[in-house]
């Protein structure tokens, strides 16, 4: 029978911890992201925030929602809702500060 290593941290820290893991990378994606939309018309710049919106979830939130799950075992509904913070923070940076 496989011992699982004991959690150093609460699943409640350690989902603290993944939050602030996602919320400090939102700046160098939204640097990108104002970089690539100048000069770019709204079709372009809607393209362009999908694309960044797409690399944050696949670079960031999912390799460490996945290391969360790997120690927590997340239920599905918890799964998800974890995410939901970095991905409102990102929505807000974006939508918010790139004017």
Known sequence: EEETPKQKVSKKEAIEIFHKICIDKIPQYHEEYMKLKEG?????????????????????????????????????????????KPYEKMKDMILYFSD
């Open 40 to 84: 770019k018309n709204d079709k372009e710049t809607c393209k362009i925030k999908n694309d960044i919106f797409e690399r944050y979830d696949d670079e960031v939130i999912q390799p460490n929602v996945e290391k969360l799950d790997d120690v927590y075992d997340l239920p599905n509904d918890e799964f998800t809702q974890v995410q939901e």
